[in-house]
Every structure is written in structure tokens, then in C-alpha cells.
């Protein structure tokens, strides 16, 4: 397999949204804990229009037949004191903790079958909107809005995708890295957390300790390595892998000239005066601005998928602004400034790396 490409891919940028899009009600087919926190919750929908890497969905993370039902069951002009008088069930969540709001997610794969399409769905419990979808059954009903956002672009034939994923950003590279098998690309992998219960992955090759100085790619996440892809995993604690942040891990890997292990445990060394030509990115913010600084340093393309608080995701309620770099300052909007304002639900989530003013 080759790793490095033989020369520096062109600028690219991502993909505009596709038009199609919707409200759809799924059906839970699982819902699986992955480790401590993380869940991947497999949504089905008798028809979805098309996706790729990148793109996110609205989930409702409460149950969708409460409030429907106090409209159908009131006619029109419904009141809220009528909602609270006419449907004591839909009132729950005017005196109950629920999420109002829907919740982005970035998807973690896709599957069209005879029956159905399958959506996958990874999050982290870390409020009361994830905490309703951990506790999902198979069967129960999720209302959802997208595909929304733009995509990621895939790197040119004989290039290789750096895939960069920390925490909830992983998912998305998960899907990525599906994609990239199917069209024939090569990639690697770098997937970080606090600590080994943190990491929402499937780990193999477990048998050998792990060496808290290694940044060798391995196939040791089955995730990636069922597509051929290496990767390295990182732990701040040092309880799984290279101990230290996934973003020094990228560094050494670079600075080192390629360093992949093989299935039989045998170390060789790629050596290229060429990097790889695309680093993609999901997680932390501050992780992910290091990660466009190591590729803004080497010369090397970037794209970030940025994650803001949502209440809309699509483009209505203004919430998920990102300053970017205009490439043209006399033009609108803000003429004369050398920066404007986007959103991240409508221009990206997707945006270059050398774009982004953090």
C-alpha cells in the first residue's frame, strides 16, 4: 500500500450542500454502547436522499409523538394553556427537563438495503438530550431533519487521506474512511481521547502491550482496518497507545517520514520527501486548530469539519457563526475587512483549514 503521494494535491475546497433534504421519522434498529460514555445508535428510514462524508443531521432527542399528538388531537388555534388542559402527556416537556432543541450529529456510516436505509449515529452522554437517546429502544421512534451541510472532498487518485478524529469528532471519520475504501484510496488513521474507556472504537490486536512512545499506523481498530486503513491511537493518560495528545502523534508521524507496521508485527518505513496531501479533521476545537497549524506548516491541504452549538441547522437562526478569511476583502460582506462571518450548519460544516480564524 502506498501512503505518500508523489506530489501535493491542489487547493480544493468542499462540495455545496445538496437541496435534498427533509424531515424524516426513522425507527431505532440498535442502540449499542460502545464504551463508558458512547452509544451508536442505528436509525432506519424506508427512503433517505444521498450522503457523503461530512454531512450532519437534526435529531430530536425527545420522544416525537407527544407534541404532534396534542396538535392533531386540539383544532387549530391551539393554545399552550389548551396544550396543558387537553394533553397531560405532551405537557411533560414544559415541566420536565427535556431537550427543546434537536441535536447535531455528523454520521458515522450509511447503508442502503433491499428494505431499508441504516444510519449510524455515534454520541457521547454528556447532557440530557444524549442521555434520552442512550436510553432508546429498537423500535422506538426518532424524528429527523438533513442531510445538511456540505461534505468533505476526497483526496485525487494515488494521494493519501490523514484522517484526524478526537473524541465525538471520530465518527465522521469512520464514514469517511468507508468512502475512501470504495473508491480505491489510501489513508491513515490518528483517533485520540482522555483514556482508553473513552474511545468509541473497537480494538484488535489487544494482545500486545501497548508502547506509550509508538506512532506507527497498525491495523489495530477494526473500524478502519476492515477498509485497509493503519491507524494510531492515542491516550492523554497513557492507558491505551501513544500516551500524549493525537495531535503530537500527527507531528511525529509526519517529521518521521512514514512509519507503518504491518499485520505481522514488522515495522517499515516509508520514506517520501512528499507528505500525504490531505488531512481531514473532526474533534476539539483547539485540537483542530493545532491540526490545520501541522498541515499549514507543511504545506499540506486541510479540511476541518467545525462543530458549533445548532438550534436550526439550516441557516435560519444564526447561532453557529465562524469567522473566515474572504478571499476577496473589497467584497461583500463586510467590505474593506479581510474576514467575514459564516455559518457552520449552511457553508460548512466543512471548511479549509487555512480559512479558518479561530
Not at 512509519?259 to 500525504?276: H, L, T, W, Y
Amino acid at each position: 500500500m502506498t501512503f505518500f503521494a508523489s506530489a501535493p494535491a491542489p487547493a480544493r475546497t468542499s462540495a455545496t450542500p445538496s437541496p435534498a433534504r427533509g424531515q424524516f421519522r426513522c425507527t431505532a434498529l440498535a442502540n449499542v454502547p460502545l464504551c463508558r460514555d458512547h452509544f451508536r445508535l442505528v436509525l432506519g428510514v424506508p427512503a433517505f436522499p444521498p450522503t457523503e462524508p461530512g454531512v450532519f443531521i437534526q435529531v430530536t432527542c425527545h420522544a416525537p409523538d407527544k407534541i404532534t399528538a396534542a396538535r392533531e388531537d386540539h383544532p387549530l388555534p391551539w393554545r399552550d394553556d389548551a396544550l396543558l388542559q387537553l394533553a397531560p402527556d405532551a405537557a411533560d416537556p414544559l415541566v420536565t427537563r427535556q431537550a427543546f432543541l434537536r441535536r447535531p450529529f455528523s454520521l458515522a456510516g450509511r447503508r442502503d438495503t433491499a428494505a431499508e436505509v441504516e444510519l449510524d449515529v455515534i454520541h457521547r452522554v454528556v447532557g440530557v438530550g444524549t442521555d434520552y437517546l442512550s436510553r432508546l429502544s429498537v423500535g422506538d421512534p426518532v424524528d429527523i431533519l438533513g442531510p445538511l451541510g456540505n461534505r468533505f472532498t476526497l483526496p485525487p487518485p494515488g494521494a493519501t487521506a490523514i484522517l484526524v478524529g478526537g473524541g465525538v469528532g471520530i465518527p465522521p471519520m469512520l464514514y469517511l474512511a468507508e468512502v475512501l475504501a470504495r473508491a480505491g484510496r489510501a489513508g491513515v488513521a490518528f483517533c485520540g481521547a482522555l483514556s482508553r474507556d473513552l474511545l468509541p472504537l473497537s480494538i484488535i490486536d489487544d494482545d500486545r502491550p501497548p508502547d506509550p512512545e509508538s506512532f506507527a499506523p497498525r491495523p489495530n481498530i477494526a473500524e478502519f482496518a476492515t477498509r485497509h486503513i493503519p491507524s494510531v491511537i492515542t491516550t492523554d493518560d497513557g492507558s491505551y497507545g501513544f500516551r500524549g495528545f493525537v495531535t503530537q502523534a500527527l507531528e511525529r508521524f509526519l517529521d518521521g517520514g512514514g512509519v507503518v507496521e504491518s499485520r505481522g508485527g514488522g515495522v517499515k518505513r516509508v520514506a517520501s520527501s512528499v507528505p500525504p496531501s490531505t488531512i481531514y479533521t473532526c474533534g476539539p476545537e483547539p485540537m483542530m486548530k493545532r491540526v490545520a497549524g501541522i498541515a499549514a506548516a507543511r504545506g499540506l491541504e486541510c479540511q476541518v469539519a467545525v462543530e458549533r452549538a445548532m438550534a436550526c441547522g439550516m441557516g435560519t437562526c444564526q447561532s453557529c457563526c465562524i469567522r473566515v478569511r474572504k478571499p476577496d476583502p473589497s467584497k461583500p460582506p463586510l467590505p474593506g475587512k479581510d474576514w467575514c462571518y459564516r455559518l457552520a450548519c449552511t457553508d460548512g460544516p466543512i471548511f479549509r483549514g487555512a480559512d479558518l480564524l479561530w
